[in-house]
Nanobody, 115 residues
Framework: QVQLGESGGGLVQPGGSLRLSCAAS????????MGWYRQAPGKERELVAV???????NYADSGKGRFTISRDNANGKGYLQMNSLQPADTAVYYC?????????WGKGTLVTVSS
């Protein structure tokens, strides 16, 4: 199994950028997909972006053209570069990994976009 930990959240002004990081530990070489989800207050958790082990990248419409997902398979790292942030992007962002078909989650990192 794996453990996930996120970092990089914080307060940013509209139009600003943040880079979120996810560090996986444990049996990292069993990780298939790594992705990012977010949950805004009063809303359901939603997909932001996912990166497969084979190199495919998929984005929710909300982040296309603004967010870039990347990963370092050898070291069990995942990243989400977020540009042109808007108040609607305010949420807790969660790292997700699938390990032999099982979903694992980090505890989340808060991103607040406000002037």
């Amino acid at each position: 199994q794996v453990q996930l930990g996120e970092s990089g959240g914080g307060l940013v002004q509209p139009g600003g950028s943040l880079r979120l990081s996810c560090a996986a530990s444990g049996s990292i070489f069993g990780i298939n997909d790594m992705g990012w989800y977010r949950q805004a207050p009063g809303k359901e958790r939603e997909l932001v972006a996912v990166a497969t082990r084979g190199g495919s990248r998929n984005y929710a419409d909300s982040g296309k053209g603004r967010f870039t997902i990347s990963r370092d398979n050898a070291n069990g790292k995942g990243y989400l570069q977020m540009n042109s942030l808007q108040p609607a992007d305010t949420a807790v962002y969660y790292c997700n990994a699938t390990w032999y078909g099982v979903n694992y989650w980090g505890k989340g990192t808060l991103v607040t976009v406000s002037s």
